[in-house]
């Protein structure tokens, strides 16, 4: 009988201990893991390549410039990293906060921004003419996969919290985000300029292809940002609409104008001819576009600095243009492919609106007939 009665209370002990082994199951919130990993994960290898090119980069060439680059993508694998290990870690700890619960999931917005903005910086600091980004090409491809995968995570977010996205924003209009594309190139032609024009302040004969280069930056931005302006109907007033011939002929403008600018900024010794440029190494302490006793290897060959006429810095010009320079094409091409769409669904309109009115007209017909057979059945 004891051992009977021992035997039953270990049972029921462990019904207990698997009842509430249940109860605790239950009352136990699901895991929620991030739904942007991936973006996550494109920002910390996008950021990890970045650091580790800068990183890398020859001792004798370091200076002011090597210190402040370095910690972008310090900064944003950092981040990102922690992000990553409390998602995964989740099953096993409790004591790292969820960064997709902290202000119902706006704290994670917030941080994203920075990233973004922080990004920003990054890229027009890291690329900017003759900057570091010229050493080596992963240093340029990677700053820009660290600020496009910080966009594409941000705007996952913005979708997710029913805020706008670049979807919603581009999406009035075949053309518009073309718009923006030749917006943004723009910018980087017109900054790129100005910068070389300011830093570079030399008796070269780029430097008024720098100025053609700066005003056809600035001509391009203007005319673009109207565009997007009419799109959003800020412009209301001034008559013009999105569609219209008044964009078809802007963007032949555009395109004629670029066609010239591409002819004359990437020739042949031209300042956006290559990526690169062919540029010394910068002189520690002082931002000039040489360096005394220096060599380059220009067509294979090496040669001093000195005895280079003209000495072009690395810069986002060649990208950049040739960016304006296609978007001004795609531009004229959605516009045709709208024309052609809107036609369709004028045709469409007019054959719904002409079987109603047959409709229509059979019905009062047959109404007509009705009352006719009505009066004679009458007389």
Known sequence: ?????????????????????????????????????????????????????????????????????????????????LIMIQNWSQPYQDFLPNVTKLRDGYLEGYILLALVVWWIVGVAYITRPGGIAYVASNIWYSAWLSLISCVYTLNKWSESKDILSIEEITSISPTLKFWWLLFMAACIVFGSCMDIIIRYNQPWSDFQNASFGLALGLVSMVISFVIILIHYNFLSSCHC??????????????????????????????????????????????????????????????VPCSEIPELIPGSNLFVAC???????????????????????????ERQQQKEQEEQQFGSDYGDVDADNDDEIDED
């Open 241 to 302: 609409e999105e569609g219209g011939w008044t964009e078809l002929f802007t963007s032949f403008f555009l395109i004629f104008v670029w066609i010239l600018g591409l002819s004359i900024l990437t020739q042949e010794g031209g300042l956006a001819a290559t990526m690169s440029g062919n540029q010394c190494v910068r002189h520690p302490g002082n931002i000039v576009p040489f360096e005394l006793n220096c060599t380059i290897a220009v067509n294979g060959l090496v």
């Open 1 to 81: 009988m004891p051992e009977q009665t021992s035997n039953s209370s270990a049972v029921n002990q462990a019904a207990t201990d698997s009842k509430d082994a249940k109860n605790e199951d239950i009352d136990k919130e699901p895991i929620d893991y991030n739904p942007r990993w991936t973006g996550y994960c494109y920002i910390i290898l996008a950021s990890l390549v970045n650091f580790c090119s800068v990183s890398n980069v020859p001792g004798g060439t370091r200076t002011s410039i090597w210190y402040i680059s370095i910690a972008f993508g310090a900064l944003s694998f950092a981040v990102s990293s």
């Open 322 to 348: 040739w960016c304006c320079m296609l978007s001004s094409v795609a531009v004229a091409f959605k516009w045709k492919a709208a024309q052609a769409l809107k036609f369709a669904q004028a045709e469409a």
